[in-house]
């Protein structure tokens, strides 16, 4: 049995509120970047969206946005890219994204305290 689909211990009116709840749970797990993004996107609001990401850095999720973030392979990522070589442009745009990863990932006092969250490159 899994505890990290247990309920938090929240009202049921924030539970109702999550996004996670509302949309449906197969975009959170899409292989499409933009449908990732939108699910990132969703997740901006969320009250428990640091508990979510800290849950996900702790268990090495292997795919899906957790918290906000993109997880590929028990890693961060700052995109989902699309299948094939990247051009140039993407290359450096996503450099970018992993500063901004990180520094998300800072703010929210996980990149400090846990060993365990890596960037993907």
Same mark, same amino acid.
């Given at each position: 049995?899994?505890?990290?689909?247990?309920?938090?211990?929240?009202?049921?009116?924030?539970?109702?509120?999550?996004?996670?709840?509302?949309?449906?749970?197969?975009?959170?797990?899409?292989?499409?970047?933009?449908?990732?993004?939108?699910?990132?996107?969703?997740?901006?609001?969320?009250?428990?969206?640091?508990?979510?990401?800290?849950?996900? =850095?702790? *268990?090495?999720? %292997?795919? !899906?946005?957790?918290?906000? +973030?993109?997880?590929? /392979?028990? #890693?961060? =990522?700052? *995109?989902?890219? %699309?299948? !094939?070589?990247?051009?140039? +442009?993407?290359?450096? /745009?996503? #450099?970018?994204?992993?500063?901004?990863?990180?520094?998300?990932?800072?703010?929210?006092?996980?990149?400090?305290?846990?060993?365990?969250?890596?960037?993907?490159?």
């Amino acid at each position: 049995m899994s505890l990290a689909l247990a309920p938090l211990d929240v009202s049921v009116e924030v539970e109702a509120n999550l996004p996670c709840r509302k949309f449906d749970p197969d975009l959170w797990f899409s292989d499409s970047p933009a449908e990732l993004e939108l699910a990132k996107s969703l997740c901006g609001d969320c009250p428990l969206r640091v508990e979510c990401l800290a849950g996900a =850095v702790e *268990r090495s999720e %292997p795919w !899906g946005v957790w918290g906000g +973030e993109i997880f590929e /392979r028990g #890693a961060v =990522v700052p *995109r989902k890219r %699309p299948r !094939g070589r990247p051009r140039k +442009e993407d290359l450096a /745009r996503d #450099a970018q994204l992993r500063v901004e990863a990180e520094a998300r990932l800072a703010a929210s006092g996980l990149s400090e305290s846990r060993n365990s969250v890596r960037l993907a490159a």
